[in-house]
């Protein structure tokens, strides 16, 4: 039988870097395939080529035997391929019809077939189990519901081949089940789906078959009935993945407390959060993205302050909350975007690498910048923490995202801070530059650090944190000590369930 | 205070109102257009010139007046590629660029018109268009010699935005300029092309940008000078935003300003008007614009990409 | 096509474009003369010959460049902080204006004392005309490209108000023109003899000034760090809305230094044709400078030179004067072109 979909060789380069490398895979209609790897190892780049937003270099894509021209999304999505990408690609002021409806019609029809459109949504959402009003305005939806429109907008243009490009990233664990059990329903009707991911765990249970990727090549692939979580670790990374050792904690007092904060002006607001950072101990924050974490970041890295409650450092309240405050009072901050807010990209490192603290005495008097002793602060930062660079004059864009990383984390790691706000630290980065964060954090544990680790990845967040919280709509939960919480226990927390009883 | 009621209750104000309204209507709505598909159109005070130069010189070489609108259309589209290709395809700033259409545009058609009179030192005449009161329409007591009692031009610019607003709403082609102006990626995502809109979207807004400058030199005065459209397209950008991106909202915003403008012409000519130095009545319009701004700024009507520039395959 | 950027350009690929862009606007000047039924190269010489062909085309064309190095500094601070400024013309006008109310007798001091005063006096004015768009943006978001713009035509006729009004010279013979500067109030001569005054040398003066203030200076380098990103600024503690405070002030008051020269160096009086678009003028200069303070010099010079030869050129051939302001509006337009293309290489998709 002609496979749904089939790539043969496709190669795609960027500048000298190979970022897919002659991969091979085919999909059969009714099947779940799942692609299978670290972040940068060319997940993304395939499907983009596959969905025609890039070109490739070579190779070929046959749609249900059919050659697909390159370059075209149109073509792929004539052909049946609907993509949910990772970031979501609705425009948020519209209704769910007018983006599901969005390019189903040619541009120059008079009439835009509403009635007809939204009676068919409601069939398709029917039939696969995506309960959504077509009427709602996006923005209104949540992260969830958004995903569903998603789905019903490849569905809507009768997709033969589904991909998910990290679907459950931004799913509580139920809200994951629910999504594969659409998929299931999917396979039954005989879509082939294609899931990205890089969460053992959900590869298990919802692919059929895995295909693994490692540095732009396909290394592997397997059936999952003949494989194990530690076999496609281990193809995933190329070896054994060593766990990073944690020495007990050694505690002390409490160096950032907050005590029945509540903000304003974020999507959800903080609600009356108690929290302590306790020295030497990792605190970690495990949730879904877009629950209150990023108004608690803001708020502990000084760019918010609390419309009720206090932050207290050392047992006394703060004072004209600012980020210069914050810094002073020994924070250190690694921002969720280090693109965005960690650095500024057409800015050298030395520039960078001074940008919190220029006005330090070490670095200028009466407003005069001595730049010669920022670069030498910046050499030593380069040599100490492996920052593989042209030198401390080179633009800091032409970084890659584990050395930008590694000069942030310089920055306020070598200001010796006492509390340290970890948002999303190893988001993005290769193994090893994963290890190197993760490290660094625990030496800093060590050292007496209070800190605090903001993370989506719930293995990332159990494996380092001493004591964890979870975050769900701006509601922080009771602490749980290392190894006295399981998943699925987590999983309810993140989804909301918990709370009304602790309350 | 009866002198300002007289002009209040004067048809003639009224008249005016709608006289100066119809070279706003024109270009607002084509700016209007430009942005909802997420480009900010800062060439249209220079595209205005461009179309009130063109329009008169194909007019006065004797191409006929339609014709002539046709050719001011067709210049705005000309500049608009020009302002498209480099904000859209090479996403350069849409601010700097705007701003140098505008040089361009302007220093071209004064640059043209003395190519063509070198020797003139009062500009040439042209037969403008008439005024064609509309059967029927036009007998309506005040409304219908304002509205009904114009140049065909003015029923043209009341056609454009019913049909503007009309496919934004209702057609598929609107639907995706809008979302292109709120997240291109939405439309990149559904295999449409997010160039192909916002091009086709700012060349034809500047082909109307164009054709309100020409309103000025075929309908409301029939000649070409220069400073002639003195801020009128700066202004058309306050009404946008006054208009809160809204076609019909806008276009009433137009008639708004113009019934302030044309109560200014005719307050100088009163006892109050004797007493005021006659710029402080000329300054209303620009500080009412600016008035507009800060009152509607609090409106989150903005489309959710305007002025951002999208790169294919980056997030 | 996808634009990729380019790690480590080469001096080739610094160097290529913006040499294209000049080349372009050199083919259409070409063009242009053409058109005007003119040999292209003639006009070139005749262009070349108007600008530096003489002492006094030279000292022509240095005058000239005086207020807009002035401008262009004012457009080139705003724009690092990404704060577009398109009111310089404004901003000129207020320079010059409190020029001639402070310095047609109403103080009476000697030049030492009074000049300077003067000049502060005038940036102050020039500041205060940009605040009032900074703030405008940074409490209700209302974008300044726009009010910048519009206060532009308020205050040309605030100008023209005053002419016929309150500053209007009773020996005027009913033209609208300020009475002329004490003796005291006005710039001297660099040179005895020679047409070019001391608002050249603060011309030049400001640019090394600005480019110390960008380089050596903490506020210097938080304007540039919030233009260049905002968001990471924040991050890092830079209080954003003071910095765009600082640059506004920055920027009017380097305009307004060019209303103050030109009353105070070469005119004399105040007129409503003070500035031909030197506000406007100033925005080509910055970007043909790429924003940088010293490169500013340059590009004031160059577009001070294309205007005063095509003037000169204009009253020897047949081709329109405003054959200058096209082909700067155009350079301006290849530059940016060309200046991101020294950064980014164009790939199909």
Known sequence: MTPALRLTGVTKRFGTLVANDAISLSVAAGEVVALLGENGAGKTTLMNILFGHYTADGGTIEVGGQALPPGQPRAALAAGVGMVHQHFTLAENLSVLDNLMLGTRGLWRLRSGRAAARARIEALARDFGLAVDPMARVADLSVGERQRVEILKALYRDARVLILDEPTAVLTPQEAEALFSTLRKAVAKGLAVIFISHKLHEVMAIAHRVVVLRHGRAVGEVAIGGTSPAQLAAMMVGAEVAAPAIAPAREGGVALRLAGVSTAGFRPDLRGVDLDLVAGRITGLAGVSGNGQGALASLIGGLTSPVAGRIEIGGAPVQGWSPRRAVGQGIARIPEDRHHTGTIGDFSLTENAVLETLRDPRFSRAGWIDWAAARTHTSRLIAAYDIRCPGPDARIRLLSGGNMQKLILGRVLEEAPKVILANQPVRGLDIGAVTFVQERLLEARARGAAVLLISEDLEEVTALSDVIHVMSEGRLSPGFARGTIGTADLGLWMAGQGFDHAA | ?315 | MRLEPIAAPTPARRMLPPVLALVATAALGALLALAAGAEPLAVLGLIVKGAVGSKFALLETLNRATPLIFTGLAVAVAFRARLWNIGAEAQLYAGALVTVLLGTGALPWPSAVLIPVIALAAMVAGALMLLGPAVLKLRFGVDEVVTTLLLNFVMLLVVSMLLEGALKDPMGMGWPKSAALAKEARLPRIVTGLRLHWGFALAILAAVAVWIIDRKTVAGFEMRAVGAGEAAARFAGIGVPGVVIRTAALSGGLAALAGFSEVAGLKGNLTLDLSPGYGYTGIVVAMLAALNPLGVVLAALFVAAIFVGADSMSRAAEVPTYIADMLLAFALLAMVLALMLTRYRVRRA
């Not at chain 2, 004064?110 to 003139?120: I, K, N, S, T």
């Not at chain 2, 007591?141 to 934004?168: E, K, M, N, R, W």
């Not at chain 2, 700066?234 to 019909?248: H, S």
């Open chain 2, 1 to 315: 205070m009866s002198d300002l009621w007289g002009i209040l209750i004067s048809v003639s104000l009224w008249v005016a109102m709608v006289r100066i309204a119809s070279p706003l209507i024109f270009a607002t709505l084509g700016e209007l257009l430009c942005e909802r598909a997420g480009v900010l159109n800062l060439g249209i005070e220079g595209i205005m010139v461009a179309g009130a130069f063109s329009g008169w010189y194909a007019a006065y070489a004797g191409f006929g007046l339609w014709p002539a609108v046709a050719v001011a259309f067709a210049t705005g589209m000309a500049f608009g590629a020009l302002h498209s290709v480099l904000t859209v395809l090479f996403g350069l700033s849409q601010h700097v660029v705007g701003i140098g259409i505008t040089l361009f545009a302007t220093a071209s058609s004064y640059y043209a018109y003395r190519l063509a009179l070198p020797e003139v030192t009062s500009p040439p005449k042209i037969e403008a268009f008439a005024t064609w009161p509309v059967p029927g329409l036009s007998q309506i007591p005040v409304l219908g010699p304002a509205f009904f009692d114009q140049t065909p031009l003015t029923y043209l610019a009341y056609g454009v935005a019913i049909v503007l607003s009309l496919v934004l709403a209702r057609t598929p082609l609107g639907l995706a300029i809008r979302a292109v102006g709120e997240n291109p990626a939405s439309v990149e995502a559904q295999g449409l092309s997010v160039a192909g809109l916002r091009m086709g979207a700012v060349i034809a807004g500047s082909g109307l940008m164009a054709v309100g400058g020409s309103f000025l030199t075929l309908s409301a005065f029939n000649s070409f000078f220069f400073e002639m459209v003195n801020g009128r397209g700066w202004i058309c950008i306050a009404l946008v935003v006054f208009g809160a991106w809204k076609p019909g909202k806008a276009v009433a915003g137009a008639f708004l300003f113009a019934a302030f403008d044309a109560a200014q012409i005719r307050l100088q000519q009163t006892g109050l008007g004797a007493a005021v130095p006659y710029q402080v009545f000329l300054m209303l319009p620009y500080l009412l614009s600016i008035l507009a701004l800060i009152v509607m700024s609090r409106r989150a009507a903005v489309p959710a990409a305007l002025m951002v520039p999208f790169r294919k395959g980056e997030r």
